[in-house]
RNA sequence: GUGGCCGUAGCUCAGUUAGGUUAGAGCGCCAGGUUGUGAUCCUGGAUGCCGGGGGUUCGAAUCCCCUCGGUCACCCCA
């Protein structure tokens, strides 16, 4: 391989244009679910106070390892947002808009990690975040947000996963019969899971080590452990999902990465995906964030979903393909006047996707060109045509040998907006 | 961060096992096949410091070391 100057870092890639109309679109439909939902758009800086995220909780390997962070020239510590939510919970902190607030976002995220299949540093996300309810019919709502979404792309094998973390005043007594539980079994679990078992015991629930799968199969069960209030919440929950129909599978010992998460917390798994990285989706109540961030003791509940992990899912289930963003029409121009310009300019502000054929290319080759071009239609501008004031209107079909469809023609060059138009219906 | 596998034209790869003349194929690309027209077909053409650096050798794409990048698993997460 040639070896270029310079060359994308890793774990970023260069977006072109079948992909980037895909994710355009993707967005456009997650836009309109959202709004349909009574959700208002933000778009959060891109780089916040490296407290915005350390205050998301140190045991994370989110913030404790993977945060891209650095100063600026006024020796302000920044990092670049490893997510939106810590961003939506302190920008409500800073500007306080009327709860219920719904919001939504997309953008890019940045992580330090190890890149992999499904896993940049640089990765985009859609979500939608709900500050100021602690109703647990808001869980469902936003669940119900990403499963409709899932629905109109037409991704099939997605499997909702849900559980319930409890209440920080739940939390003590369950970690500490996890202690327990992994203390009396050290001998089996694997030396990882150890560390990771003083560090932060929930996460031992996370591994996924063979030699663990056992032991934590029979682990403690959380929702065991559940106070009145969540479990109440918890019950309304899966109430709300079944009267909504949405499918959900109980997994109770999802645990997230992200240490805010009390109470709901879910996961979309696609099962068209192989490999470590199925989750496409995920999200739950962090009801002490925005306090954390400084702000009022407001509840919140959220979710992102990964853009490029779901359009993996996509591709594997082989559903919301690119858009076609060819050109409608295309110039074909060997006149060594500036007709073909004078055309495409006069298609384009008509609003007649227009593109151009390389005019320093013989005709055969401009022809060759316009063919690949997917456009419906070339206008063809030659000597003779310059001469004449007029422009042959070729229709392209998709084998140039068959003799039915419409035929070239010639027409006054006053006349190929409308002749296009037509036939590109 | 740890470990396995991989890195040859724009793309997909052969050649690396036992080092040996100017490094190959398919696809793609460009130009022709008579005067201005996209398929196919025919002919011709361009493009690689064989990821980079160092070493062994008379000689390295082939062997050794380092490095960079990719990929997969763990870790973690979307």
Redesign the pocket.
């Known amino acids: 391989?040639?070896?270029p100057l310079f060359?994308a870092?890793?774990?970023t890639r260069d977006l072109m244009s079948p992909d980037t109309d895909r994710m355009r679109e993707f967005v456009a439909v997650f836009a309109d679910e959202a709004a349909k939902a009574g959700f208002g758009q933000i778009i959060p800086p891109m780089f916040e106070d490296v407290g915005v995220f350390t205050r998301l909780g140190e045991a994370?390997?989110?913030v404790s390892k993977?945060l891209y962070d650095f100063r600026d020239k006024a020796d302000r510590h920044i990092a670049l947002r490893p997510?939106h939510t810590a961003s939506v919970c302190r920008i409500f902190a800073e500007k306080r808009p009327l709860t219920p607030w719904r919001t939504w976002y997309a953008g890019p995220n940045f992580?330090y990690?190890?890149?992999?299949?499904?896993?940049?540093r640089q990765?985009d996300?859609v979500g939608a975040e709900l500050i100021g309810s602690d109703e647990p019919d808001t869980d469902t709502e936003l669940i119900a947000l990403a499963s409709r979404f899932y629905d109109r792309i037409g991704l099939k094998n997605v499997t909702l996963l849900v559980n319930s973390l409890g209440d920080a005043t739940d939390r003590p007594r369950y970690l500490e019969a996890l202690r327990t539980y992994f203390g009396a079994n050290l001998d089996v679990l694997s030396e990882?899971s150890q560390i990771?078992l003083k560090t932060n015991p929930l996460?031992v629930l996370?591994?996924?080590?063979r030699e663990d799968a056992g032991l934590i199969a029979d682990a403690p069960v959380l929702t065991d452990y559940l106070g009145d209030d969540a479990a109440a919440s918890f019950e309304r929950v899966k109430a709300g999902l079944r009267g909504l129909d949405i499918k959900f599978e109980l997994a109770p010992r999802l645990v997230?990465?992200?240490d805010y998460y009390n109470r709901t917390a879910f996961?979309f798994i696609s099962e068209s995906l192989?490999?470590?990285?199925t989750?496409?989706?995920?999200g739950g109540r962090y009801d002490g964030l925005v306090e954390a961030l400084g702000g009022p003791p407001e509840s919140g509940v959220g979710f992102?979903?990964?853009i490029?992990?779901t359009i993996l899912a996509c591709d594997a289930e082989g559903v919301f393909g690119a858009p076609d963003n060819s050109a409608a029409a295309v110039v074909v121009c060997?006149s060594p006047g500036t007709e073909g310009l004078e055309i495409a300019d006069e298609l384009r502000r008509a609003g007649i996707a227009t593109t151009r054929a390389d005019g320093t290319?013989?005709?055969?080759?401009q022809?060759?060109?316009?063919?690949?071009s997917g456009a419906k239609v070339?206008l063809?501008v030659?000597?003779?045509?310059a001469e004449a004031g007029t422009v042959?209107v070729?229709?392209?079909?998709?084998?140039?040998?068959s003799s039915d469809g419409p035929t070239?023609s010639v027409v006054p060059r006053a006349d190929v907006v409308t002749t296009v138009k037509e036939i590109i219906q």
């Open positions: 391989m040639a070896k060359q870092l890793p774990g994370s390997d989110v993977e997510e992580r990690d190890k890149p992999q299949k499904g896993r940049y990765f996300q990882q990771t996460r996370d591994s996924k080590r997230r990465g992200l996961e192989d490999g470590a990285q989750a496409i989706g995920g992102a979903l990964g490029d992990r060997t290319r013989s005709m055969k080759g022809m060759k060109q316009a063919g690949k070339a063809i030659g000597p003779d045509e042959s070729r229709p392209m079909l998709s084998d140039p040998n070239q």
